[in-house]
């Protein structure tokens, strides 16, 4: 999620999100590691934040380490409510994601 949106800002969307699925995993997108915004939205509940100049870079191996986190810590049912949501947000099909998040783990995805 960018953190510098048009019609509402970053934090006050994540705060929403947040309130009504306490279970969204979030990244959020920024400008300048450690800026305010991003400190604040790792507070109000983002599990990782990503430069936006290093999308392109970043972007798969952030999603397999929150994944991966959250596989860690609390379970597989976090992790399939991120992929729903990766999968809606980045207009892929699941069968995409799965390709993209087995290629670097070698872990297999069952379909739901």
Known sequence: MDLQMPEMNGIDALIAIRSEFPEALIIVLTTYAGDALCKR?????????????????D???????VRKQVASSAGFGNVDVMR???????GITPRRYRELTEHST?????DD
């Not at 939205?41 to 870079?57: C, D, E, P, S, T």
């Not at 729903?84 to 980045?90: G, I, P, S």
């Not at 070698?106 to 069952?110: A, L």
């Open 59 to 65: 972007l798969l191996d952030t999603i397999r380490a």
């Open 41 to 57: 939205a790792m507070k109000a509940g983002a599990q990782a934040y990503i430069l936006k100049g290093n999308v392109r870079k």
């Open 84 to 90: 729903r949501a990766f999968v809606r947000l980045l």
């Open 106 to 110: 070698g872990e297999r995805w069952h």
